[in-house]
């Protein structure tokens, strides 16, 4: 695996399965938040550090791509990784697996604004913050 890319592995429960009987889409998007918050967390920056500095990412936008479904009992595999930075932004990258037969199940991003906690406006992302995410260049992308 790359360094700087999370892994969350998982098996898709039934309450996630919506009236077509497939994952419900709005599921990809907890999952990505998930996968987002864990992965940071093992990079050394949990929630409880952001919220001692002041401050919170909030999103600007999320676009996903769906490429085959996912059903109840199946296990999925989600990558995400830091593709940027700029000064006040972060944009987050995710690929959904079926690791039984490597299917890509849909692609996804996330836009974060850095925002300090009280005011809600968007503030530089720090240094050290920023050095512990590796940048994933599109060449690179798992």
């Known amino acids: 695996m790359i360094d700087g890319?999370?892994?969350?592995?998982?098996?898709?429960?039934?309450?996630?399965?919506?009236?077509?009987g497939h994952v419900n889409n709005v599921q990809y998007v907890q999952w990505m938040q998930e996968a987002a918050m864990a992965h940071s967390a093992a990079r050394g920056?949990?929630?409880k550090r952001f919220l001692a500095l002041g401050r919170t990412w909030i999103i600007r936008s999320h676009t996903i791509e769906y490429f085959h479904s996912a059903?109840?009992?199946e296990a999925?595999?989600?990558?995400t990784?830091?593709?940027d930075f700029q000064k006040i932004r972060s944009l987050r990258k995710y690929k959904f697996y079926r690791p039984a037969d490597g299917v890509l199940l849909a692609a996804a991003a996330t836009l974060f604004i850095f925002c300090d906690l009280q005011t809600g406006r968007p503030v530089t992302i720090p240094k050290e913050v920023q050095q512990a995410y590796p940048i994933i260049a599109p060449a690179d992308e798992p």
């Not at 998982?10 to 309450?15: G, H, I, M, N």
């Open 5 to 20: 890319v999370g892994t969350i592995d998982l098996v898709v429960p039934k309450t996630a399965i919506d009236v077509n």
């Open 45 to 47: 920056w949990p929630t």
């Open 71 to 73: 059903y109840a009992g």
């Open 76 to 79: 999925i595999r989600i990558l």
């Open 81 to 83: 990784w830091v593709a």
